[in-house]
């Protein structure tokens, strides 16, 4: 019946961000861990260096607590965000040992067109 009237649409409210503390950290390192109510996530520099007793400790310099929803929403958010960047780019390897270095073909070491 077109003439019905549609349930009306929550209006999208805008809400006030103040960004003027904010900080950023570059990281290639997390770990998670939780609770029945929170999530940990603990994100730290990796540098990959072998040192004489080993490797170099990963030095763990920021950590996220959150609630189940707002890790749920941003799990939904880095999905998609992720899902752009490969239909862009490609996809992204996670195994170090299968990924294919730019500029190289076959693994050989060749420059492309050579």
Known sequence: MPDEPRPAQPASAQVPVDASAL????TNFFRASGSADELFLDFGLSIQ??????????????QLVMNYYTAKKLMQFLQWAVNRHEAQFG????DPQQRQRPGFRDGAGAAPGQ
């Open 49 to 62: 260096q072998m040192t004489p007793g080993g490797p170099a400790p990963i030095r763990l310099t920021q």
């Open 91 to 94: 996809t992204l390897e996670l």
């Open 23 to 26: 900080s950023s950290a570059y």
